[in-house]
Structure formats: C-alpha cells, structure tokens
C-alpha cells in the first residue's frame, strides 16, 4: 500500500516562488513520481513528472520552463519548484506515485495521469494578481 503526501501549499503573489513537496511511502517500488493540478472547472493537467531511477524528468509544455520537478535525498521524495507563478497556476496540485516506468507522455494529454494508482489528498495553490 502506498501513502502519498503534498505539502507546502498556499496563498502567494504573482511573479513568487513556491515549492511543493511530496513524500511517497511504500512497501516496494516507486519508480514513477508526478505532479498534476487541477483548476476549478477545469479537467485535472499533467505538470511534471520524474523516473527515479534514471532522474528522467518530463514536463508539460504549456509551463513555459517555469517548473521543475527534482528529488530529494530522501527516498521517495519529490520536490516541485514553481516560479514566476501567475493567477492561471491557482490549482489544487496533486502528487502521484507508482511502479511502472515513467511514459514520455506521462503528464501530456487529456486524462494525464489516469494511470497512477497512488495519489495524494493535494495541496492549494493560489495566486493572486
């Protein structure tokens, strides 16, 4: 069974910096680790994903190289850093974790993220102008 943890979430201005964090518990393997968000109204998105064996790291092209997406020392770890946020990032950001290998369209496409098991309960994120 997986547990999977957000934090870091809040209120922020536009052009501010925020990372998130998400902690992956789990007896076996992890091998796939993302982040999605979800806007009111609007379907969940992909964000940014991570393979952590290789540190592969993949990412939705619509973020304009404003996110990254690393891990931390501790295992099962993944930190999402944001910057330049505008009010468009206001989401719920969820974190996801699996076994399988990251895809190359993990976090691309409409249902972007169907395929992870393990989510977390998300983090608000919201951005004001």
């Known amino acids: 069974q997986v547990q999977v943890a957000e934090s870091g979430g809040g209120p922020v201005q536009a052009g501010d910096s925020l990372r998130l964090s998400c902690v992956a518990s789990?007896?076996?393997?992890?091998?796939?680790m993302g982040w999605f968000r979800q806007a009111p109204g609007k379907e969940r998105e992909g964000v940014a994903a991570?393979?952590?064996?290789?540190?592969?790291?993949f990412y939705s092209r619509s973020l304009e190289g404003r996110f990254t997406i690393s891990q931390g020392n501790r295992a099962h770890t993944v930190f999402l850093q944001m910057s330049n946020l505008k009010p468009d990032d206001t989401a719920v950001y969820y974190c996801?974790?699996?076994?399988?290998?990251?895809?190359?369209?993990?976090?691309?496409?409409?249902?972007?993220?169907?395929?992870?098991?393990?989510w977390g309960q998300g983090a608000q994120v919201t951005v004001s102008s």
């Open positions: 996801a974790a699996d076994d399988f290998r990251c895809p190359p369209t993990v976090v691309e496409g409409r249902g972007a993220g169907v395929i992870f098991r393990n």
């Open positions: 789990l007896v076996g393997n992890i091998n796939c």
């Open positions: 991570i393979d952590t064996q290789n540190g592969d790291t």
